[in-house]
């Protein structure tokens, strides 16, 4: 059973950082795609940013210039480092790993943004 432990989340006042790291239990390049998704209350989870086993790395467009995703495959670890976070970035994220038509999903950090 494939296990992705998300850590890294927290409470950070607008214009901080933080880093969220999944940790795999298998081998990173087992999986074609991993990536993260958010769920802001009360809206539906949406994908936030991706990358391929070859590291190719996508984010969504609200994300662009403030986030990076990133693999290290010795530690079968993705990271998602967040700076200039916004109100708007506050939700719960998600690691998503994906194997052929096979989606795993780890169970959550939260990411609050307030001053």
């Known amino acids: 059973q494939v296990q992705l432990v998300e850590s890294g989340g927290g409470l950070v006042q607008p214009g901080g950082s933080l880093r969220l790291s999944c940790a795999a239990s298998e081998n990173i390049f087992s999986f074609s795609v991993m990536g993260w998704y958010r769920q802001a209350p009360g809206k539906q989870r949406e994908w936030v940013a991706t990358?391929?086993?070859?590291?190719?790395?996508h984010t969504t467009d609200s994300v662009k210039g403030r986030f990076t995703i990133s693999r290290d495959n010795v530690k079968n670890t993705v990271y998602l480092q967040m700076n200039s976070l916004k109100p708007e970035d506050t939700g719960v994220y998600y690691c998503n790993a994906r194997r052929t038509t096979v989606n795993y999903w780890g169970q959550g950090t939260q990411v609050t943004v307030s001053s």
């Open positions: 990358i391929t086993s070859g590291g190719f790395a």
